[in-house]
């Protein structure tokens, strides 16, 4: 079962920036024909979208990134990415791609873990 892949977390200072990528095999899905989420999922807490991008490339964002995250894509790579500034602790957790609103249950990746700690 081909899955999605995400990297690029890691442990950041509070204001700090991390570039997160989430790869699709094609053979999943073309981002530039569905629409792609980032999630995220804090230690105890459920698993909820942070921000997606449709096929067209209209971006949406919950309100707790707004204009501090930004998602964009690679369609010759079939990558999207999601760009994260003036990063805080609230934060601090793994984060997942899929489609959106309504992720495909059985191509979940192993997410990419986000630690913002001073």
């Known amino acids: 079962q081909e899955l999605l892949v995400e990297s690029g977390g890691g442990l950041v200072k509070p204001g700090g920036s991390l570039t997160l990528s989430c790869t699709a095999p094609?053979?999943?899905?073309?981002?530039?024909?569905?629409?792609v989420g980032w999630y995220r999922q804090p230690p105890g807490k459920q698993r909820d979208l942070v921000a997606h991008?449709?096929?067209?490339?209209?971006?949406r964002y919950a309100d707790f990134v707004k204009g501090r995250f930004t998602i964009s894509r690679d369609s010759a790579k079939n990558t999207v990415y999601l760009q994260m500034s003036n990063l805080e602790l609230g934060d601090t957790a793994v984060y997942y791609c899929?489609?959106?609103?309504?992720?495909?249950?059985?191509?979940w990746g192993q997410g990419t873990q986000v630690t913002v700690s001073s």
């Open positions: 899929n489609t959106a609103p309504t992720p495909i249950i059985n191509i």
């Open positions: 094609r053979t999943l899905f073309d981002p530039q024909t569905v629409t």
């Open positions: 991008i449709t096929g067209s490339g209209t971006t």
